[in-house]
């Protein structure tokens, strides 16, 4: 189904939060554990992007996913995933039939969570939203290749895990 998307309409991911006009360099010892549910029907891992953006924006120390803090300091994110609706479902599914004769709009994606703590208690929770809108119709076929100028979810996530970074600077975390 997701194919179909992609040929036939045009998708976007989405950061509710900016990145700053800055990306905060910061290097932070802290031990980093990811927590997620089975995620199914994606077509990446969003704890691998996750990862992969606090390396690349944060400059965590992250090899494996987790690094021991001579300081005992955590950070421990939580990423939910935020599925189709059912009515999104069942209508992308009756438009399917139907040929995208009809237009059909689906949202969906991820809430991660980052909480920072020390000693084994959460100091603070920093939560973000990262969503993937779409649009499919017979019609936008024509314009499909402006799904290709859009943020790609490794976008979507990078800029998420800047904002976190600082956000949590600007609390004195880091």
Not at 97 to 112: K, N, S, Y
Not at 122 to 134: D, M
Not at 166 to 174: E, G, Y
Request: hydrophobic share 50%; glycine share 6%; with cysteine.
């Amino acid at each position: 189904m997701i194919v179909l998307w992609g040929v036939t309409g045009c998708v976007t991911w989405t950061s509710a939060h900016p990145p700053p006009l800055t990306a905060p360099v910061v290097r932070p010892r802290a031990s980093v554990v990811i927590r997620k549910p089975a995620i199914d029907g994606w077509r990446f891992d969003p704890g691998d992007l996750v990862l992969k953006s606090l390396n690349e924006v944060g400059e965590f120390p992250l090899a494996a996913g987790k690094v021991e803090s001579p300081n005992d300091r955590r950070l421990e994110v939580e990423i939910l995933d935020r599925p189709l609706s059912r009515a999104a479902d069942v209508w992308s599914n009756v438009d399917a039939i139907l040929l995208f004769l009809l237009p059909a709009v689906r949202t969906e994606g991820f809430d991660l969570r980052f909480k920072i703590g020390a000693l084994g208690r959460t100091a603070k929770t920093y939560q973000y939203t990262v969503l993937e809108r779409g649009v499919i119709w017979l019609p936008l076929f024509p314009f499909a290749w402006i799904s290709l100028l859009t943020p790609s979810a490794e976008d979507a996530f990078r800029s998420t895990v800047a904002s976190f970074i600082a956000d949590s600077r600007a609390d004195a975390f880091w």
